[in-house]
């Protein structure tokens, strides 16, 4: 029987050291870019991914305040109105890095999923957390002070609604989503 493991003579140094000279293929080759390659599906799916991207600094909603009789109007992004879609960032540029250097996934020493499951997975996971943040608006407030400074009362109400930025997003990232889903369904189909 033998061992699965080489004999103790053949095992090679992992890191070379000032002594040993450098191997012209010891150290991992640059990946080239892959955006030439890419198929139709990804170049759609990339688009989507930049939309979304985009859109999380875009006003997400418009605020109307109103104080002591005087309208004042405003603006919030994704981003400042939900810390979470820091996150959706990190997952698209996960998104665009899968796509853009595919052959990075494959030489990473450590097993990650497959591309087209990171993909699936970043896109998912983004679309979800823009749903929440598109649910998850802000509510109007109205304040009252009681009679104050020579009887007066001064009242503060601020309404929210949606702006283009949320939709943009919303649409963005389910476009990603059907897009890398539709990709794989056509990649597990066998051939006719």
């Not at 309208?71 to 879609?85: C, D, E, I, N």
């Not at 595919?102 to 970043?122: C, N």
């Not at 104050?148 to 949606?162: D, N, R, T």
């Amino acid at each position: 029987m033998t061992s699965p493991f080489p004999p103790a003579d053949d095992i090679q140094p992992e890191r070379p050291t000032l002594q040993t000279p450098l191997a012209a293929n010891s150290w991992p080759q640059a990946t080239a870019p892959a955006v030439g390659r890419w198929t139709p599906s990804e170049v759609f799916i990339g688009f989507t991914a930049v939309a979304t991207l985009i859109s999380l600094f875009l006003p997400w909603f418009s605020v109307t305040a109103t104080v002591g009789g005087k309208k004042f109007t405003g603006s919030v992004s994704g981003t400042a109105a939900h810390g979470y879609l820091w996150l959706v960032f990190a997952l698209v540029l996960v998104v665009l890095l899968v796509l853009v250097m595919p052959d990075l996934v494959e030489r990473t020493p450590a097993r990650l999923p497959s591309q087209q499951q990171l993909v699936i997975g970043a896109t998912g996971l983004s679309f979800l957390l823009v749903l929440l943040a598109f649910l998850a608006k802000p509510s109007a407030t109205t304040v009252s002070s009681p009679a104050g400074f020579a009887g007066l009362q001064l009242q503060i109400g601020a309404s929210f609604g949606w702006s283009y930025g949320a939709y943009i997003a919303l649409a963005a990232a389910a476009l990603a989503l059907l897009a890398t889903l539709r990709a794989s369904r056509a990649l597990a189909a066998p051939p006719c």
